[in-house]
């Protein structure tokens, strides 16, 4: 996997490295699964050598922080875009190289101040090679190998899916989670306005009943 990365701070200073959690890598097809943290006013670079005619997707998901949103940007060797959007939330892109060299994709966060992201792609260089490299034989395949070949599209399929529903409920907790933040801050503000107006009623009905001492004065002749 020639997948390489480069990070540009905002004024925060210089950024954490990136988590990588899963990379995968095949003979004739390359995939690279990588979830990141992207701070605010920063900007997150991935580089990949690719040959001429090779078919690329790109697949991303803000999956944590504000609005779920991120700018992505795609160029080819010459520095020509190929793909850019501005603050998605998920998006898919399939393109094929024109010619060879390093590709570049980007994800911003320069346009928000204070929240940072928690951004996943999958970039897939190529396709999966034939699960029967014979495949282009003369004699058809058997009862057997097409069952194989069936079950191991249908399991492709199974990984995408659950790939999908993982960054889903990742996003779901993260939003439980948040929502779950503002109700306990909102019941501490509530108790201590309840608080406050409650010693206030206690002060203000005890003046009520006080007794109000009166003051003569006697002038002199």
């Not at 690719?50 to 078919?55: A, D, E, L, P, S």
């Not at 690329?56 to 850019?84: A, N």
């Not at 206690?202 to 009520?208: G, Q």
Request: hydrophobic share 35%; proline share 4%; charged share 25%.
């Amino acid at each position: 996997m020639l997948l390489r990365s480069s990070r540009a701070a905002g004024p925060w200073g210089r950024l954490p490295p990136p988590l990588l959690l899963v990379a995968l890598a095949a003979c004739a097809a390359r995939a690279s699964e990588i979830t990141f943290e992207l701070p605010d006013n920063a900007k997150q670079c991935f580089y990949e050598e690719i040959v001429q005619g090779t078919k690329c997707t790109l697949e991303f998901q803000v999956i944590t922080g504000g609005h779920y949103d991120v700018d992505c940007r795609l160029e080819d060797p010459d520095g020509t875009v190929l793909y850019k959007e501005m603050k998605k939330q998920y998006d898919s892109f399939t393109f094929t190289a024109s010619r060879n060299g390093t590709y570049k994709f980007c994800f911003s966060n320069e346009f928000s101040t204070f929240t940072h992201k928690t951004v996943y792609f999958d970039f897939q260089v190529g396709e999966d090679p034939p699960l029967f490299p014979s495949e282009n034989r003369v004699t058809a395949l058997t009862q057997m190998e097409s069952a194989c070949v069936s079950i191991h599209e249908a399991l492709k399929s199974v990984i995408d899916y659950q790939t999908h529903f993982r960054l889903r409920e990742a996003q779901g907790r993260s939003r439980a989670e948040d929502l779950n933040t503002r109700v306990a801050y909102w019941s501490i503000g509530e108790a201590i306005i309840l608080l406050v107006v409650s010693i206030g009623q206690v002060f203000l009905l005890k003046s009520f009943f006080s007794d109000k001492r009166t003051t003569t004065t006697r002038v002199g002749s």
